[in-house]
């Protein structure tokens, strides 16, 4: 269910850790949780985020969530085709990136827990 | 995420199905509930285009029987009561003497001196009480809360009809919108009625609990062909929102009034007294400060419940219910505006959780199904 190439934080956020950058998404209980996902509210590219700091919200037709950023860094890319189609993070939440960053230490990942550690967390 | 609600008390006769379903159950007003079966988009959509069964069994009945019944529920209940004929439902309110809300309810006359209440779950005991101190001295009349006698099932949508004609002998299209018939459905006695919370046409059927089960199981096989389908809390919130249909407790409370909620024509404003009624005829002369519009949003953000409404950079009102609406895909809102600033066009902004987004009064309802 929660794929083993990434870390996750207690917030339901997954981060994919590709060298000095990372992409970020939410988890599938994330997802499950909202229900139908409507809207993504991402961050400008440049935008710096301290971990844990807020980076975005998502709201479903029931709900709104604040999104955190797993680890410190600087947005470098932001997912645009999740304004029109929100829904796919729903269909693939582990294959639906939301912003890429690049790591302010790429060393280390403090906090965060891996696949059999998060799947414990929403077991 | 908010504070966890208190657990819930009830399970309406419907519950074991509602989980060897599948569905999400939640705690509302102290019942444990089907937010949703699958999606709550998903829902919406079959609402609005084929048809949904709802379980509505946490709603409260209340009757009120007696040779002065009339006189009782012209008390208590806004409305015009004596407009009424047998057979008959209509919109109203459990107004305060302030002429604010305790509870909006559907008032059916089942007989000449016998009325059934239909209230909000979160307040069955409570309007069980308010309406008992309401009508004391009015004459012979009893209250009494019946809410465990009753399951209650709506099946909402254009193919409402077609689900649940082939079960009944009573001919259902002879039943007006906000009419009621009684007869069996599925081998089980009901009361049929033509009324909704979902801005569609569609069936709210009163059963004995035990029969519950042996109902929704009828419905689902008929329904089937018809592309019904279950639907929860979640859809019934945003099929009203987009119909423009108050919710208790939210758009309307006891701190704003019939006529700021405008729902003036649910105001018998002939009945010699109500309760309330000196306030609401004193605030339609002065003049409503405030008033329930409708918000479209004209920015990317959803306004939710407990937004700040702006303008001219200051506070001028807030948000009661919203969301982005299934059917209509646009984030849409109800909200309380100076009334001065009521009017379709008039440019607000909301505050998103500290982002200001653009908004515009839009006649309601949101949605208005094609007849």
């Avoid at chain 1, 929660?2 to 990372?22: C, F, M, N, Q, V």
């Avoid at chain 1, 229900?35 to 700091?53: K, R, T």
Wanted: with cysteine; glycine share 12%; aromatic share 8%.
């Amino acid at each position: 269910m929660y794929p083993s190439d990434r870390l996750y934080t207690k917030d339901h956020e997954w981060i994919l850790i590709a060298g000095a950058t990372a992409r970020i998404g939410i988890t599938h209980y994330a997802q499950d949780q909202l229900g139908d996902v409507v809207y993504v509210e991402l961050p400008q590219v440049g935008q710096q985020f301290e971990q844990g700091a807020q980076f975005g919200s998502i709201e479903s037709v029931k709900a709104v969530s604040d999104l955190y950023c797993p680890l410190a860094g600087r947005v470098t890319e932001v997912n645009t085709t999740l304004a029109a189609a929100p829904e796919t993070v729903n269909a693939d939440p582990h294959g639906t990136w939301m912003m890429a960053i690049e790591l302010a230490d790429p060393a280390s990942a403090s906090g965060l827990l891996d696949s059999a550690a998060y799947a414990e967390l929403v077991k | 995420m908010n504070d966890a609600p208190p657990p819930a008390r009830f399970k309406t006769a419907l519950h074991g199905r509602h989980v060897a379903a599948g569905a999400k159950m939640v705690p509302f007003a102290g019942w444990e509930m089907p937010l949703q079966y699958g999606g709550i988009t998903e829902e919406h959509l079959a609402v609005r285009r084929a048809a949904g069964l709802f379980d509505v069994s946490h709603m409260g009945q209340i009757e009120v029987a007696g040779a002065d019944a009339l006189a009782a529920v012209q008390r208590v209940s806004t409305n015009d009561a004596g407009r009424l004929e047998v057979g008959q439902a209509q919109y109203s309110a459990l107004a305060t003497p302030e002429g604010t809300f305790f509870d909006d309810l559907l008032v059916y006359r089942l007989a000449d001196d016998h009325f059934l209440l239909v209230v909000n779950a979160a307040n069955v005991e409570s309007g069980f009480r308010w309406i008992r101190e309401g009508i004391a001295g009015v004459g012979d009349a009893a209250a009494v809360n019946t809410s465990s006698r009753y399951a209650l099932l709506a099946v909402q949508g254009p193919r409402a009809i077609d689900v649940v004609q082939p079960l009944t002998d009573v001919d259902l299209a002879a039943v007006g919108y906000y009419r009621f018939a009684t007869g069996e459905v599925a081998g089980v006695r009901a009361t049929i009625s033509r009324t909704g919370y979902t801005g569609e046409d569609g069936f709210e059927l009163f059963v004995p609990p035990q029969a519950a089960d042996k109902l929704w199981s009828a419905l689902m096989s008929a329904g089937r062909h018809h592309g019904m389908r279950p639907a929860g809390l979640g859809a019934r919130d945003t099929l009203r929102l987009e119909a423009a249909m108050r919710l208790s407790g939210q758009d309307i409370d006891g701190t704003t009034t019939v006529l700021e909620a405008g729902l003036g024509w649910i105001v018998g404003w002939d009945k010699p007294d109500f309760i309330g009624r000196e306030a609401l005829v004193k605030q339609r002369e002065a003049g409503v400060e405030r008033k329930l519009v409708g918000l479209e949003m004209a920015g990317p953000g959803i306004a939710r419940q407990g937004y700040g409404v702006y303008a001219g950079g200051g506070p001028v009102g807030r948000v009661t219910s919203g969301t982005r609406t299934p059917f209509l895909e646009k984030a849409v809102a109800l909200a309380y505006v100076p009334a001065a600033g009521a009017a379709p066009g008039t440019e607000y902004e909301v505050d998103v959780r500290g982002r200001r987004v653009p908004a515009r009064v839009v006649p309601l309802p949101f949605y208005k199904r094609p007849r």
